[in-house]
């Protein structure tokens, strides 16, 4: 018996398959069996035609393929190349030891790409299972980004026959130790970051408290809910505040790149993080992902690292917003069915945008409101206290007037962003503020006595929940990075606090 190794998906992480051959006499047959999908089983004509049209034989024997485990299910034509491989090798003594094998192939016997490789490699790669696969040469420019394998690009079957059976193997393709991008640098680690503003902050005139909560959100990661008159510039802040957020280091890059591929994108291995923007009508499978066969990543877990951007907030179902509040606690959700379990990763940063009534006008100077009070209620009434409580920073736009000018500009502000991200590494932060647990809360968000009277006072005025006091910390420890200072002080408290809806 022979083996190679490929790999499978079980939800969003890879699992090694082992691919064994074994050819026994009988009637000529070729069977596939460990839980293979149509795409596998249909491998059995491409490998055939694979083979014989480049001069190999077809051995007249029973053929079988076991891919094991067989208790796992497998899908993909990128096994096509491990099977082929193993029957044109035939009684070849070659030593197939730690090889991985991916492709599909061409009637022909080119080697072609499979959508799936990218997430899969990258996905063994994190396991630090695998050294070195022969993958198509075509995806050699994505692939060599992967860290720690060797990638071995064959462009038809007789090559990768070849290099199997040769004595002295080529160079392989190594992965790329930097991105040439902009970087910021720290304890040998590097952050990467783009100075490219297609949308930028200069554009809003006016809305100055805005702006200043929107830099708080970026340089913490706090979720944001701007609540004002159409056409106030919600959605333009937004939209915006994609382009100023932290930078990334290497992994993350590659991850971004991955959600990329699970949308049905190409990877385009930027600095920017991922921006999702579900319409209101959405369902929840399609929000949070899910599936009655196999559970498919959703927009929250497609938003990680990234924005998820809830406009018109109100007009969502109720069991969205219900549903929201496990990842924006827990940062992370699990999507549970018969026939499949999966935990994915979902920290990002939610900004929401909302009217303040029906009609949109409450807030207007000029246009009289058309709601009633019952109406605004009612409006209002579809976004819980617990999921509120989970909002950081809530600002309230003005109506545009004459007057108003533009500021900042986004190079400004994603300035400001990274200084901060700098602070908050120099502190030996992990995460960013806005992700600190309580025991990182009591070690990098210390009170002195002036500070803590407000805090006193605010949980007695306000009737602060546990939840809202140390979201109310992590602000408070951002607004204190955006000055340059090392303690939080009773004005970076006050500050937060202007920021709770009450």
């Known amino acids: 018996m022979k083996q190679l190794l490929c790999a499978t998906f079980e939800g969003i992480d890879a699992k090694t398959v082992e691919v064994q051959f074994t050819a026994t006499k009988g009637l000529p047959a070729f069977t596939i069996v460990g839980m293979a999908n149509t795409a596998i089983t249909e491998s059995k004509e491409r490998v055939k035609s694979a083979l014989l049209s480049n001069g190999y034989i077809f051995p007249p024997k029973r053929l079988t393929v076991n891919l094991a485990p067989s208790d796992l299910k497998k899908e993909g034509s990128h096994f096509d190349l491990a099977i082929a491989l193993l029957i044109g090798l035939g009684n070849d003594d070659v030593d197939l030891d730690g090889w991985y094998a991916f492709g599909e192939l061409g009637l022909n016997g080119d080697v072609t790409e499979n959508l799936l490789l990218y997430p899969i490699l990258l996905s063994l790669a994190n396991q630090k299972g695998i050294a070195k696969a022969i993958v198509p040469d075509i ?10 394998i060797a990638f071995y690009g064959v462009k038809n079957l007789t090559a990768a026959l070849e290099l199997l059976k040769c004595s002295d193997l080529p160079t392989p393709s190594h992965s790329h130790s930097t991105f040439d991008f902009p970087r910021e640098s720290h304890e040998n680690q590097l952050y990467y970051y783009h100075e490219h503003y297609p949308l930028d902050f200069i554009d809003i005139k006016g809305q100055e408290h805005a702006k200043r909560a929107a830099l708080i959100a970026a340089a913490g990661m706090h979720n944001l809910l701007l609540e004002g008159s159409p056409g106030s510039g919600k959605s333009m802040i937004a939209k915006r505040l994609r382009h100023i957020l932290p930078p990334l280091q290497n992994d993350e890059i590659l991850n971004c790149a991955k959600l990329e591929i699970l ?78 379990k999966v935990t994915y990763e979902a920290d990002f940063l939610f900004v929401s945008a909302m009217n303040p009534c029906p009609c949109g006008n409450l807030f207007s100077t000029v246009i009289p409101c058309r709601c009633s009070d019952i109406e605004i209620t009612r409006y209002k009434a579809r976004l819980s206290d617990p999921f509120l409580d989970r909002i950081d920073l809530y600002i309230q736009m003005h109506p545009i007037q004459a007057s108003d000018r533009p500021s900042l500009s986004s190079k400004e502000l994603h300035a400001k962003v990274r200084q901060a991200f700098l602070r908050q590494k120099q502190r030996g932060q992990m995460g960013l503020n806005g992700a600190l647990s309580d025991k990182e809360i009591l070690e990098y968000c210390p009170l002195d006595e002036e500070a803590q009277k407000v805090i006193d006072q605010a949980i007695e005025r306000f009737h602060l929940s546990f939840r809202a006091i140390a979201r109310l910390l992590k602000v408070a420890r951002t607004i204190a990075d955006i000055e340059g200072e090392e303690n939080i002080r009773k004005e970076h408290l006050l500050e937060a606090l202007s920021y709770r809806k009450r």
Do not use: M
């Open 139 to 148: 995806s050699l420019g994505k692939l060599s980004k992967i860290p720690g």
């Open 263 to 340: 949308e049905g994108k190409d990877p385009t291995f930027s600095p920017l993080r991922p921006f999702r923007s579900p319409h209101h009508s959405s369902t929840g499978a399609s929000i949070f992902g899910g599936g009655a066969h196999k559970a498919q990543i959703g927009e929250v877990g497609l938003a990680h690292g990234g924005i998820l951007f809830f406009d018109e907030l109100p007009h969502f179902s109720k069991t969205v917003l219900e549903a929201l509040r496990e990842p924006l606690e827990d940062r992370h959700i699990r999507i549970s069915r018969v026939n499949a």
